[in-house]
């Protein structure tokens, strides 16, 4: 079964450094997210991308996030100087359609010190 | 102010013991309820989607229902392998939002043996 997956696993980094975060979506979907979960709270939507552009943001994805479909096939999450608060499990997340479900990857555990 | 609300926050169960999950909400313009378990640890795992009051759909041991202002999780004779955190997530369609999930803070389920 197609299934969305996600590396490192695990990130660690300094603050103020750029991280990346990879995520290679199921082959026939279209539509791709990131959300972030914090230890203990609510999963959290980020950013959604459709058609090589950014169809929608939360007010959490400010300027120093930004995201790129680089091929056909990775779907990538940059911060450009992370910070404490940054650390969270990120998920990447693709669909069909706008309307339907989406699917998750594991998740990178970004740790920011 | 919440717009999707898990409840209970926290369940146990003896293995066997049928129960409900509520996710009540309080959106207009609602384009799609979803129930996602998450284990620890790893990223949601789809599981339903609704889309207008009165469907149902069943998988296993799990029935999910949707009415105007909620939803319920049937667990129908639970094992201990169902012991998970279970989120429930909305989609509208309003001000320029159309694809973010906005999710609940999920329901602690565990099943003893």
């Known amino acids: 079964e197609p299934e969305v997956t996600q590396t490192p696993s695990h990130q660690v980094t300094q603050m103020g450094q750029e991280v990346i975060l990879r995520c290679v979506p199921i082959?026939?979907?279209?539509?791709f997210y990131w959300y972030r979960q914090i230890l203990g709270q609510k999963v959290e939507f980020l950013v959604s991308?459709?058609?090589?552009?950014?169809?929608?943001k939360s007010e959490i994805f400010d300027d120093q996030f930004s995201v790129e479909r680089p091929d056909g096939s990775n779907f990538t999450l940059k911060i450009r100087s992370t910070k404490l608060e940054d650390s969270a499990m990120y998920f990447c997340a693709s669909g069909t359609g706008p309307t339907y479900e989406q699917y998750f990857g594991p998740g990178t555990r970004l740790t920011v010190t | 102010e919440d717009q999707v609300t898990q409840s209970p926050e926290a369940l146990r169960l003896q293995e066997g013991e049928s129960s409900s999950l509520n996710c009540s909400y309080t959106?207009?313009?609602?384009?799609?309820l979803f129930w996602y378990r998450q284990d620890p640890g790893k990223g949601p795992e789809f599981l339903f989607t609704?889309?207008?009051a009165g469907e149902e759909k069943e998988k296993e041991r799990l029935k999910a229902t949707l009415t105007k202002k909620e939803s319920f999780l049937h667990i129908t004779a639970p094992k201990p392998e169902d012991s998970a955190t279970y989120l429930c997530?909305?989609?509208?369609?309003?001000?320029?939002?159309?694809?973010?999930?906005?999710f609940g803070k999920g329901t602690l389920l565990t099943v003893n043996p």
């Open positions: 609704l889309y207008s």
């Open positions: 082959s026939n979907h279209l539509y």
């Open positions: 997530a909305v989609r509208i369609s309003s001000g320029g939002s159309n694809y973010k999930l906005t």
């Open positions: 959106v207009s313009g609602l384009r799609g």
């Open positions: 991308f459709y058609n090589n552009e950014i169809s929608e």
